[in-house]
């Protein structure tokens, strides 16, 4: 499947969902982990900005990420979890669209978030890749038709983010799909616990020395 052109689009907003008080991390701020001489809060800017600048974070402390130029909203409604940051982060968005990420995940695909991006429709309220392991709310295009929908279930404390999809036209983006897109099944990693950041800290080891790797004849052939 031949990727997207990536464009500005002027008509949706990148949300980064930064709340929670990562306890199996020990309150670390997982966005601020360095992989690979950066944070994981810049691996996802990379990626986000291919698609838009209108970007804020949501949860996370206020005046954290000014220098950066992102907006930081709280959560709407306290301790709803994931689906109180989906929540807020759609009514906090200046646009009818809005593409919700968590802050832990640091191998975003660009070319897959265009996809997502390219799956809006009248006719559909959310976007949603789904994997082996199930549905990936925390990686998703939402409309703005959604916020009465999440209100309701936070209000009647069914926190399940991956349920809201009861009640919205959803279009899913299967395994085959989202494997043209991430053929190495990186997308959907998240750091939760120390283990998951050693792991992380693994892929973008070998990813790194593979790029040296490739270098390396080019440099003995000039030298």
Same mark, same amino acid.
């Given at each position: 499947?031949?990727?997207?052109?990536?464009?500005? &689009?002027?008509?949706?907003?990148?949300a980064?969902?930064?709340?929670?008080?990562?306890?199996?991390?020990?309150? +670390?701020?997982?966005?601020?982990?360095?992989?690979?001489?950066?944070r994981i809060?810049d691996r996802?800017?990379?990626a986000?900005?291919t698609?838009?600048d209108?970007?804020?974070?949501v949860?996370?402390?206020?005046?954290?990420?000014?220098?950066?130029g992102?907006?930081?909203?709280?959560?709407a409604i306290?301790?709803g979890?994931?689906?109180?940051?989906?929540y807020? +982060?759609?009514?906090?968005?200046?646009h009818?669209?809005?593409?919700?990420?968590?802050?832990?995940?640091?191998?975003?695909?660009? /070319?897959? #978030?265009?996809?997502?991006?390219?799956?809006?429709?009248?006719?559909?309220?959310?976007?949603? /890749?789904?994997?082996? &392991?199930? #549905?990936? /709310?925390?990686?998703?295009?939402?409309?703005?038709?959604?916020a009465?929908?999440?209100?309701?279930?936070l209000?009647?404390?069914?926190?399940?983010?991956?349920?809201?999809?009861?009640?919205?036209?959803?279009?899913?983006?299967?395994?085959?799909?989202i494997?043209?897109?991430? /053929? &190495?099944?990186?997308?959907?990693? !998240?750091? !939760?616990?120390?283990?998951?950041?050693?792991?992380?800290?693994?892929v973008?080891?070998?990813?790194?020395?593979?790029?040296? +790797?490739?270098? &390396?004849?080019?440099?003995?052939?000039?030298?």
């Amino acid at each position: 499947m031949p990727a997207r052109r990536a464009t500005h &689009d002027r008509d949706l907003t990148a949300a980064i969902l930064a709340g929670g008080v990562a306890r199996r991390m020990g309150g +670390a701020d997982k966005s601020s982990l360095p992989l690979g001489g950066e944070r994981i809060l810049d691996r996802q800017l990379s990626a986000l900005r291919t698609l838009t600048d209108s970007i804020l974070v949501v949860g996370g402390a206020q005046g954290r990420y000014e220098a950066l130029g992102l907006r930081t909203v709280p959560d709407a409604i306290p301790a709803g979890g994931a689906m109180a940051g989906i929540y807020s +982060a759609i009514v906090a968005s200046p646009h009818a669209w809005t593409l919700v990420v968590a802050c832990d995940m640091p191998f975003l695909s660009a /070319p897959l #978030l265009l996809e997502l991006a390219a799956r809006r429709s009248a006719l559909i309220d959310v976007v949603m /890749p789904r994997t082996p &392991d199930g #549905l990936q /709310p925390l990686c998703a295009l939402y409309s703005e038709r959604c916020a009465p929908s999440l209100r309701s279930r936070l209000e009647r404390g069914l926190l399940r983010a991956s349920e809201i999809v009861g009640d919205v036209r959803v279009e899913e983006l299967g395994p085959d799909e989202i494997a043209a897109y991430d /053929p &190495d099944g990186l997308m959907f990693v !998240n750091v !939760n616990t120390p283990h998951d950041y050693e792991r992380a800290k693994e892929v973008v080891d070998r990813e790194r020395r593979g790029r040296a +790797a490739l270098r &390396d004849p080019i440099t003995d052939a000039t030298a």
